[in-house]
């Protein structure tokens, strides 16, 4: 991909954000749910299409490894901040029954979303950086991740309580080699 490409695609990026966030904003206003929802919901990917952009150009023009170990630690700290929000969750939703419940499970679920959106942006650092002690990091915190939401799934299930998400969320982990034996070497 040649610059030229990639600024172009940046820009579309960016102007599908705009518009997808300006026209749910409407239809939030005009009472228009379902719309607004799938606006707001194609805003958000197109600003976690441009934050995993923003990741891979600081990791390429870091001016050294160490800047580099900082961008990760970071990013290390809200992911650990996110499985800190899956256990507070899950504690709350175990205290109460019924839809009360469900609406910190459904809390819980969108926090998983957010753990996971975060993991794919460290998949390409991982795969691109030539620093084994960076390689090495990133592994090591993609394996607590994955130990968490086993955990996390272990919990749901002695419980009582249900969630799809995060047992979709495993086996996206587990798909993908992630937090296997297989991606520590």
């Known amino acids: 991909m040649t ?4 600024l172009n695609s940046t820009r579309a990026i960016l102007k599908r954000f705009k518009h997808a966030a300006r026209e749910a904003e ?4 005009n009472e228009n749910y379902q719309q607004a929802m799938a606006q707001f919901y194609d805003a958000s990917q197109s600003a976690d ?3 995993e952009r923003f990741l891979v150009l600081l990791m390429k023009t870091a001016p050294s490894d160490a800047h580099r170990t900082l961008i990760i630690e970071f990013l290390s700290w809200r992911l650990r901040y996110f499985a800190a929000q899956h256990d507070y969750h899950l504690s709350v939703a175990q205290t ?3 839809l009360p419940r469900e609406e910190w499970i459904a809390r819980l679920e969108t926090i998983l979303v957010l753990s996971q959106s975060l993991v794919t942006k460290l998949l390409p650092v991982l795969v691109d950086t030539d620093d084994s002690t960076i390689a090495f990091r990133i592994r090591e915190l993609l394996n607590d991740w994955v130990q968490g939401i086993r955990e996390l799934v272990a919990k749901l299930q002695s419980w009582g309580m249900a969630s799809a998400q995060a047992a979709q969320v495993l086996e996206w982990a587990l798909d993908n080699n992630i937090g ?4 520590e070497d």
Do not use: I
């Open 3 to 6: 610059d030229d490409n990639g």
């Open 180 to 183: 296997s034996k297989e991606n």
């Open 49 to 51: 299409e441009m934050t």
């Open 26 to 29: 409407e239809n939030l206003f």
């Open 96 to 98: 109460l029954t019924g």
